[in-house]
């Protein structure tokens, strides 16, 4: 045995040839001739095989007699029942003419499946097993089938109950937007040159007695893929709104000159369609806000995925009254040549480049580029996530117009948040 393999760091071999397959590129195509035999039945599985040209028999043999099960042509996959389930092949696949294959590996066929949501692999996983136990000749107990494999057994237990996890996070999800019990909670944003509050930003809660929807951004994910972020996002823009007319009352009666602005976050989603964005417009307009009052956030990632409709997307909303920011900069693709294709009137750094920024010099450094690039372009900036009295003083030296974060103050209650504007910062 090799010294490696004696070291208590020492990989298993099961675990270099993940690692390997893990980095392993595409296989180059493999031509089998006519008659070749792919694999046999009770073969152990390495490939499954989409077939680019040719065609492919899958035999099985029983009572000693073979018949065959399929004949294959381009663009089916085959050998892919055993990657999935980590047991023997089920069949035998033989070339029938001059045939040529792309390999895929377990690896990239798991990696296609885990992809999907919880319940498409469940369904699946099910398939597959029900197939298998199908074209099994043994008299196999059937609550025993999914565990005869032990590691597919503990696999496919948790793809179920993932699944059911999921189930249970849209219908919790469903029945909080029907009954309406989603609310808003605002941050502060605090112009650094005064100390003063210059606006909020409003963040979305769930009802407090549901675990399902405490976080935001992993319950927005899945509101995306069900197409709930449309009503929902409309509600949060109103809402939002709603505040701020709040928020201007309370001013006014306290003879404030400065009126806040309010963020308000938009997904990608909202910007897909005409007829969205044409809503989110008109609220915006039916408002009255001016002076770009209304701060739209949207993620650099929701900018690039469809970028020709998310510009006509922000240049109307902008036309309707609204400023634009981009939201968690640096995150995303941070490809900076889309920066002055957009609209965009403000930058928010992540709060993961603010963190120790002070002690930090690198990450300092690509603050500080940020603040000027962003300047450069007739941006403001906004940096996130600012937790310590260091993190703040640092940004105040760069000219960083306002600042987010915990050390700040975090999201409230909209009377909380009058409550500070009788109080402080004013
Ligand atoms: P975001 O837009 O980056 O919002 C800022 C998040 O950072 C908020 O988390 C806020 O509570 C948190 N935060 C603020 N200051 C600090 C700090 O000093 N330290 C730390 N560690 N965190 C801080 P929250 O409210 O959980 O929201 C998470 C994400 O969920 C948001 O990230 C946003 O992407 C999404 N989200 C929230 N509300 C909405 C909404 O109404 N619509 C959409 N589409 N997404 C929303
Ligand atoms: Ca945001
Ligand atoms: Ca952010």
């Known amino acids: 045995m090799s010294s490696i393999a004696q070291s208590d760091f020492a990989m298993s071999e099961s675990r270099i040839n993940e690692v390997t397959e893990m980095f392993t590129p595409l296989r180059s195509n493999i031509t089998f001739t006519a008659g070749t035999r792919i694999f046999e039945e009770n073969d152990k599985a390495n490939d499954a095989?989409?077939?680019?040209?040719?065609?492919?028999?899958?035999?099985?043999?029983?009572?000693?007699?073979?018949?065959?099960?399929?004949?294959?042509?381009?663009?089916?996959?085959?050998?892919?029942?055993?990657?999935?389930?980590?047991?023997?092949?089920?069949?035998?696949?033989?070339?029938?003419?001059?045939?040529?294959?792309?390999?895929?590996?377990?690896?990239?066929?798991?990696s296609a499946i885990e992809g999907e949501d919880p319940l498409t692999q469940l369904l699946l996983h099910t398939?597959?097993?029900?197939?298998?136990?199908?074209?099994?000749?043994?008299?196999?107990?059937?609550?025993?089938?999914?565990?005869?494999?032990?590691?597919?057994?503990?696999?496919?237990?948790?793809?179920?109950?993932?699944?059911?996890?999921?189930?249970?996070?849209?219908?919790?999800?469903?029945?909080?937007?029907?009954?309406?019990?989603?609310?808003?909670?605002?941050?502060?944003?605090?112009?650094?040159?005064?100390?003063?509050?210059k606006g909020f930003?409003?963040?979305?809660?769930?009802?407090?007695?549901?675990?399902?929807?405490?976080?935001?951004?992993?319950?927005?994910?899945?509101?995306?893929?069900?197409?709930?972020?449309?009503?929902?996002?409309?509600?949060?823009?109103?809402?939002?709104?709603?505040?701020?007319?709040?928020?201007?009352?309370?001013?006014?009666?306290?003879k404030l000159k400065n009126k806040v602005f309010m963020s308000v976050n938009v997904s990608a989603k909202q910007l897909e369609?005409?007829?969205?964005?044409?809503?989110?417009?008109?609220?915006?307009?039916?408002?009255?806000?001016?002076?770009?009052?209304?701060?739209?956030?949207?993620?650099?990632?929701?900018?690039?995925?469809?970028?020709?409709?998310?510009?006509?997307?922000?240049?109307?909303?902008?036309?309707?009254?609204?400023?634009?920011?981009?939201?968690d900069f640096g995150t995303g693709y941070s490809s900076l040549n889309y920066l002055h294709q957009f609209p965009l009137n403000t930058m928010k750094i992540d709060r993961s480049f603010i963190s120790n920024i002070q002690t930090d010099q690198n990450r300092g450094r690509i603050v500080s580029a940020i603040i000027n690039l962003a300047h450069d372009l007739g941006m403001d900036v906004v940096a996130e996530g600012i937790e310590r009295k260091r993190e703040l003083e640092w940004l105040e030296r760069q000219n960083c117009e306002y600042a987010q974060g915990y050390y700040l103050d975090k999201p409230k209650t909209l009377v909380e948040c009058i409550e500070m504007l009788k109080k402080a910062y004013y």
């Open 49 to 110: 095989y989409l077939i680019q040209k040719g065609y492919v028999e899958i035999s099985r043999v029983t009572a000693n007699e073979k018949k065959i099960e399929y004949l294959l042509g381009p663009g089916e996959i085959f050998g892919e029942i055993a990657l999935l389930d980590g047991k023997t092949r089920t069949a035998t696949a033989v070339a029938i003419h001059d045939t040529t294959v792309a390999p895929l590996t377990k690896q990239q066929i798991q």
């Open 273 to 327: 369609q005409v007829d969205v964005v044409e809503n989110l417009a008109h609220t915006i307009e039916q408002s009255g806000f001016s002076e770009k009052r209304i701060k739209l956030e949207i993620t650099e990632t929701a900018l690039l995925k469809q970028p020709d409709k998310a510009q006509s997307a922000l240049n109307r909303l902008r036309q309707a009254g609204a400023s634009i920011a981009i939201d």
């Open 127 to 197: 398939a597959i097993r029900r197939l298998r136990k199908t074209l099994s000749k043994d008299d196999v107990d059937p609550n025993l089938t999914h565990l005869q494999t032990v590691g597919y057994g503990e696999y496919f237990q948790n793809t179920q109950k993932k699944a059911i996890n999921y189930i249970n996070r849209i219908s919790s999800i469903q029945s909080a937007v029907s009954e309406q019990k989603f609310h808003l909670h605002y941050q502060p944003i605090i112009d650094l040159s005064t100390g003063f509050i």
């Open 201 to 254: 930003e409003a963040l979305i809660r769930g009802p407090i007695d549901n675990p399902d929807l405490q976080r935001p951004d992993l319950f927005i994910p899945l509101a995306e893929d069900l197409g709930l972020i449309i009503p929902l996002g409309q509600w949060v823009l109103e809402t939002a709104i709603n505040g701020l007319i709040q928020l201007d009352a309370e001013s006014a009666k306290l």
